[in-house]
């Protein structure tokens, strides 16, 4: 049966996988249909031992490093061999859907389980891995447990981050039981496969089963403050004003012209506006916003951020009026390994569905993996690109091509022993 | 000596009437040197008994009514013609300044310490009026007393109106003591002068000592709520958003545009706005913001609200966003009594100081009493501008000047008894 003929004609159960989903979905479950299970409360235990419970029961021995990454293996022929890694995180959103990240989790529980139902055996062996806090809801910096394991933040600076209530992340692994003995980054991986929901709407809109992620966005954060003159709109002639609203709003209208000006992956938003003093009859004395500029491309992601300061210079010399600009955050772009791309790409072609090549905006832990591994992500559509939200839906049938295009990558790389 | 020759010699104490405003002041004085006394507190209390005590030691009588406005009256030879009425307020903003409001009141009250000092008699009687709460920044509407006193709205509306903490204007006022008998608006009144600090920059920037202040612009205030969809900003492309930021800066632009089409009273100011779900990384799906549009000419300040409207229109039909405008609140411009105004520049003239003509920006209890009797303002510089401000300033010799227009104008409107 370990013909190539039989493995070709290889298939997820969907069903076992949606019920799954639906399971772990019921683990903060949320009136509108949507799961809230922010890292590290007791909510995430749950949701963490329920999928540990699956695991032994699929025969995967289970690991927890020290920041809580949940490593499930099942071995290969070569267990000299690193081992080909699929996974994502079951944390959410405070107001999240059911396949944000646990997607990427269960769809690699399902490749195992499918491959316990053949009796097929690897090469190399496989792990599914469960990353903590890449959600960053409740705690910073987000991507929380890819990025110590990737040795991007150190180990010491996540435990000791807090919420709002002043839990640390440290006290909270230890509530759940999940602060694991093993120093996180020492555990070798071959290659690493990430499903997710695409969490916009470009799929959807082409009408196509499967994205092909061949880079994710790179993303500039900045901090910009206007600083003019408050002062009272009924007595202040026009002439006389230093409104740093009508500065600023200038600025805002220009982050979307830039964005405009690099197609087809320039972005530009701001998001987060602040007036001071916000009085219906002051004229705003300081406008503080947020900016988000994003490419794929290095180059025209720089060329972007020139064009800010530039315009930004030019503004401050016409107005008078202060501006200051200051870069809170910086990802480079990052253009998966060409190996991992092409293994999912021939996947999703032999099994015969439709795909297209996606650009991924929205950061994963696969972002980081990329540092240390080849890595590839798969995305499936999901409706109206809504994401981050407790309507997040994604179709049964587009949950299971995923996960058959995971699958079929994922032996291509580890190898199906003869 | 009581001839037209050393009537024309008459002056006011301006050291008097500088330490008063200083004692005054005292009564909730602000580290920063401002003043926060706000109306109907125990403070309010405080500085209102500290001024019935002067008024009765320069031999008033003093009346309080219904909604707590004081009413502090000196006979003249003929006492059944109406009152000449002098005021403002004594209440303050929490960051106000010693000269908003308090100056009106006390510049009322030198004219009268003036009057006794040379035993000089009017024809018709005196009265100088605090008005209950005109601030408005513990209590709404602004200008309470002043409008309950000219019917603008119900006395038992104003009474029932409550803090933040549910306080009602009624029980605050007897807690103070100021829960007078008389009915508000009973009471006649020949003519109402006001004077007061400027609170913009005209005069300063023409170095000016008086503004004979004409007219008050009209207001209007209307909210803008911009609907578009929340999304994420890194996975959705530029031409599938609905940024309801986007929309909302360019209506804002058009505020101040309209107002530069309306030289040189027009005026436009975004002073809130508040963005949803204001977050760095989310495209705003919502943005509510404050609009507010000023003229003195009545059909320019139609056509600017046309503008606005027509602007809207557009903006919905381009973009596909829903647009909601909505007045909340209009005032028509006030253009004072031709006989007040006069009398106010004919002083102003005798007295030699320098002057222009004068619009008020901000409303004043002026405005409602023009409904009810003629009325005239007096404007002095504040430094740079500011009000509303712990750092509020004027000038020793712009006070005692402004208080010397008042005297004459009063009385030229009085007379005085031969």
Request: hydrophobic letters at 40%; proline letters at 5%.
């Given at each position: 049966?370990?013909?190539?003929i039989?493995?070709?004609?290889?298939?997820?159960?969907?069903?076992?996988?949606?019920?799954?989903?639906?399971?772990?979905?019921?683990?903060g479950a949320?009136?509108?249909?949507?799961?809230?299970?922010?890292?590290?409360?007791?909510?995430?235990?749950?949701g963490?031992?329920l999928?540990?419970?699956?695991?032994?029961?699929?025969?995967?021995?289970?690991?927890?490093?020290?920041?809580?990454?949940?490593?499930?293996?099942?071995?290969?022929?070569?267990?000299?061999?690193?081992?080909?890694?699929?996974?994502?995180?079951?944390?959410?959103?405070?107001?999240?859907?059911?396949?944000?990240?646990?997607?990427?989790?269960?769809a690699?529980?399902?490749?195992?389980?499918?491959?316990?139902?053949?009796?097929?055996?690897?090469?190399?062996?496989?792990?599914?891995?469960?990353?903590?806090?890449?959600?960053?809801?409740?705690?910073?910096?987000?991507?929380?447990?890819?990025?110590?394991?990737?040795?991007?933040?150190?180990?010491?600076?996540?435990l000791?981050?807090?919420?709002?209530?002043?839990?640390?992340v440290?006290?909270?692994?230890?509530?759940?039981?999940?602060?694991?003995?093993?120093?996180?980054?020492?555990?070798?991986?071959?290659?690493?496969?990430?499903a997710?929901?695409?969490?916009?709407p470009?799929?959807?809109?082409?009408?196509?089963?499967?994205?092909?992620?061949?880079?994710?966005?790179?993303?500039?954060w900045?901090?910009?403050?206007?600083?003019?003159?408050?002062?009272?709109?009924?007595?202040?002639?026009?002439?006389?004003?230093?409104?740093?609203?009508?500065?600023?709003?200038?600025?805002?209208?220009?982050?979307?012209?830039?964005?405009?000006?690099y197609?087809?992956?320039?972005?530009?938003?701001?998001?987060?506006?602040?007036?001071?003093?916000?009085s219906r009859?002051?004229i705003?004395?300081?406008?503080?916003?947020?900016?988000?500029l994003?490419?794929?491309?290095?180059?025209?992601?720089?060329?972007?951020?020139?064009?800010?300061?530039?315009?930004?210079?030019?503004?401050?010399?016409?107005?008078?009026?202060?501006?200051?600009?200051?870069?809170?955050?910086?990802?480079?772009?990052v253009?998966?390994?060409?190996?991992?791309?092409?293994?999912?790409?021939?996947?999703?072609?032999?099994?015969?569905?439709?795909?297209?090549?996606?650009?991924?905006?929205?950061?994963?832990?696969?972002?980081?993996?990329?540092?240390?591994?080849?890595?590839?992500?798969?995305?499936?559509?999901?409706?109206d690109?809504?994401?981050?939200?407790?309507?997040?839906?994604?179709?049964?049938?587009?949950?299971?091509?995923?996960?058959?295009?995971?699958?079929h990558?994922?032996?291509?790389?580890?190898?199906?022993?003869?």
């Amino acid at each position: 049966m370990h013909s190539s003929i039989a493995l070709d004609g290889l298939r997820v159960k969907g069903e076992r996988l949606w019920g799954s989903l639906m399971d772990l979905a019921k683990v903060g479950a949320t009136a509108k249909g949507g799961v809230c299970r922010l890292a590290l409360t007791e909510l995430d235990g749950r949701g963490r031992d329920l999928v540990v419970s699956w695991a032994r029961a699929a025969g995967l021995s289970v690991t927890v490093d020290q920041i809580g990454n949940v490593f499930m293996r099942r071995p290969g022929r070569a267990n000299d061999r690193p081992p080909v890694m699929m996974g994502s995180h079951v944390d959410t959103q405070p107001t999240g859907g059911k396949f944000d990240g646990n997607y990427g989790v269960l769809a690699g529980l399902e490749v195992i389980r499918t491959l316990n139902d053949h009796r097929i055996e690897t090469e190399a062996p496989l792990e599914v891995v469960a990353w903590t806090n890449e959600e960053g809801s409740r705690f910073v910096p987000v991507m929380m447990g890819s990025g110590v394991f990737c040795d991007v933040f150190p180990l010491e600076l996540a435990l000791a981050a807090k919420d709002l209530q002043g839990k640390s992340v440290g006290d909270e692994l230890r509530n759940i039981g999940y602060a694991g003995p093993e120093r996180p980054g020492r555990r070798p991986v071959g290659a690493y496969f990430e499903a997710h929901i695409e969490q916009g709407p470009v799929l959807e809109d082409h009408a196509k089963v499967i994205g092909v992620v061949e880079a994710v966005l790179g993303l500039r954060w900045y901090d910009c403050v206007v600083t003019g003159l408050e002062s009272h709109a009924g007595a202040t002639p026009m002439e006389r004003r230093k409104d740093a609203l009508q500065v600023a709003t200038k600025i805002m209208q220009e982050v979307v012209a830039i964005a405009e000006r690099y197609p087809p992956h320039g972005r530009g938003t701001v998001g987060f506006v602040q007036v001071h003093p916000n009085s219906r009859n002051v004229i705003p004395g300081q406008v503080t916003f947020s900016i988000d500029l994003r490419n794929v491309n290095r180059e025209l992601h720089d060329a972007m951020d020139a064009d800010l300061r530039a315009f930004i210079r030019r503004m401050q010399a016409r107005t008078g009026v202060a501006i200051d600009l200051r870069e809170v955050s910086y990802n480079e772009p990052v253009h998966f390994h060409e190996s991992c791309v092409s293994a999912v790409r021939r996947a999703t072609e032999r099994l015969g569905y439709s795909h297209m090549p996606a650009t991924s905006g929205p950061g994963h832990d696969a972002v980081f993996m990329a540092r240390v591994t080849p890595t590839g992500m798969v995305f499936i559509p999901c409706k109206d690109g809504i994401s981050h939200n407790e309507i997040e839906h994604a179709e049964p049938e587009h949950v299971t091509a995923g996960a058959n295009v995971l699958l079929h990558a994922v032996l291509e790389r580890a190898g199906v022993a003869a």
